[in-house]
């Protein structure tokens, strides 16, 4: 499976989202800060931290008795920059040009 393909998997699911938004707010959490806002067991959570962590949205490093889980913004943005900022640069380019006209009518 390509690089795009798992983290486009890992985006798919609402509560894999909902992990990277709590890591967003604060970053290096324990399973123990990520598994009680989600009425899912301690399990559950690991396989959903597992998918992202295979995707490379979010790493992990043992601290003493804790592994804390860190999220990795990078595959996100080459996702951006691949698929989402070559569509948008056509309507950007189209405003500046709107722009351009309706300021050389004056």
Do not use: C
């Not at 008795?65 to 999220?71: A, G, I, K, S």
């Not at 309507?91 to 351009?100: C, G, I, Q, Y």
Request: proline share 3%; charged share 35%; hydrophobic share 35%.
């Amino acid at each position: 499976m390509d690089d795009d393909d798992l983290v486009f998997k890992a985006l798919a699911d609402p509560t894999r989202r909902h992990l990277l938004d709590q890591l967003f707010e604060r970053d290096g959490r324990a399973l123990g800060d990520l598994d009680t806002d989600t009425e899912m067991t301690r399990f559950g959570v690991m396989k959903h931290l597992k998918v992202l962590q295979d995707a490379g949205l979010i790493t992990s490093r043992k601290v003493g008795r804790e592994r804390l889980h860190f999220l990795n913004p990078i595959p996100i943005r080459l996702i951006h920059d691949r698929w989402i900022s070559k569509y948008t640069e056509r309507h950007v380019s189209a405003l500046t040009e709107l722009k351009e006209q309706l300021e050389n009518e004056q």
